[in-house]
């Protein structure tokens, strides 16, 4: 089995900054892709960004230049920085993970989901 575990979630006035992270543990051989999601109410949940084991990284349009991911392979960890939020921004963030178990099976996991407000 694998956990992820989110933390860094919180409120912050528009033009702020937000970290948040999200740990692997767990029956884990290797992690290839690793991203974050994010679903506002009333809306689907929709891809903010991703990166794979090579480094290669995809954002939504709607925040490339405001956030980072980041990913620390030793720690299997993920980040997001997020720059410049904006009240639009505003959902339950959640990461999620491809990893390869001890067992050789290739699964995909979630994490809890951690709400970012934004206020105006």
């Known amino acids: 089995q694998v956990q992820l575990v989110e933390s860094g979630g919180g409120l912050v006035q528009a033009g702020g900054s937000l970290r948040l992270s999200c740990a692997a543990s767990g029956s884990i051989f290797r992690i290839n892709g690793m991203g974050w999601y994010r679903q506002a109410p009333g809306k689907q949940r929709e891809l903010v960004a991703n990166i794979i084991s090579g480094g290669s990284t995809n954002y939504a349009d709607s925040v490339k230049g405001r956030f980072t991911i980041l990913r620390d392979n030793a720690k299997n960890t993920v980040y997001l920085q997020m720059n410049s939020l904006k009240p639009e921004d505003t959902a339950v963030y959640s990461c999620?993970?491809?990893?390869?178990?001890?067992?050789?099976?290739?699964?995909?996991?979630w994490g809890q989901g951690t709400q970012v407000t934004v206020s105006s």
């Open positions: 999620w993970m491809e990893v390869l178990t001890l067992t050789r099976s290739r699964n995909n996991y």
